[in-house]
């Protein structure tokens, strides 16, 4: 953590959505934020360009806190255009990363992350995402950590809250349009629940698992470690009940 680590027990909310996002996501990203600080939460964010640094940066301006959680080590500075935005998140907030500092960004980091996002906050809020946004991945983590989810509705020809859409029409996420609607979600009051977190092995072994037995040479094929470590993390695994061992291989325990 680079920052106030106490920030992360104070009652927050995620505010998440696309890179690539339209004025009309970011303004209301900003004022979700902006009220929601005034309001003594916590904006929790991914520091990615977009949404997340419209909620970041809206955050700060109302005086509020906000935590990034990035996907490198907390000291680097990723993506470089948010250096700036970075060294005040740090100064009053707080970057949050899992990895040992140094570390650089990779694909299933960011994916990694994002469930740290969702376990982190009382809820998460998606403005804007498309089908395939890593979003959706975040709020995906919320559903399977029971985190209330909700989605902000946009323009029905816009493929940026395509994602958005699919959420209030497939997965029971709550209609967002404004601040009020969040502290609902979440129940103003209630209390921020304990930060859980994998290891990044436990993360790769368990995305490699699956309904149908692997081998063990296969899951470590899959996860991209060596046997001996795959086979370390499937003992944990199997000890919180999320992994199984058959007469052909491990299946993952949902």
Same mark, same amino acid.
């Given at each position: ?11 927050? &909310?995620?505010?998440? /959505? *696309? %890179? ?8 209301? +990203? $900003?004022? =979700?934020?902006?009220? !929601? ?88 809020? &998606?403005?804007?995402? /498309? *089908? %395939? ?8 983590? +919320? $559903?399977? =950590?029971?985190?209330? !989810? ?105």
């Amino acid at each position: 953590i680079r920052g106030d680590a106490a920030v992360l027990t104070s009652a927050s &909310v995620a505010i998440v /959505g *696309a %890179r690539a996002a339209t004025p009309y996501g970011e303004h209301v +990203a $900003g004022s =979700l934020a902006s009220d !929601l600080s005034a309001d003594g939460f916590t904006v929790v964010s991914g520091a990615a360009y977009g949404i997340d640094g419209a909620a970041h940066g809206s955050a700060l301006a109302a005086g509020g806190r906000t935590a990034a959680f990035v996907a490198g080590g907390a000291d680097r500075v990723y993506p470089s255009g948010h250096a700036n935005l970075l060294q005040q998140i740090a100064a009053s907030g707080a970057v949050v990363a899992e990895c040992p500092p140094g570390t650089t960004p990779t694909r299933w980091r960011f994916l990694a992350r994002n469930r740290n996002i969702a376990a982190a906050t009382l809820g998460t809020v &998606v403005v804007e995402a /498309g *089908a %395939r946004s890593g979003s959706i991945n975040t709020a995906g983590h +919320a $559903g399977t =950590l029971g985190r209330p !989810l909700g989605a902000v509705p946009g323009p029905v020809t816009s493929s940026t809250s395509s994602g958005c859409h699919r959420l209030l029409r497939e997965y029971d996420a709550v209609c967002v349009t404004c601040a009020a609607d969040v502290r609902e979600l979440v129940g103003a009051g209630t209390d921020p629940q304990p930060l859980v977190y994998d290891s990044p092995d436990a993360i790769r072994v368990g995305d490699a698992l699956s309904r149908r037995p692997r081998t063990l040479d296969d899951l470590a094929r899959r996860s991209g470690l060596a046997p001996d470590d795959v086979a370390a993390v499937l003992g944990l695994l199997a000890l919180e009940g999320r992994a199984e061992a058959r007469a052909d291989g491990w299946v993952g325990v949902s």
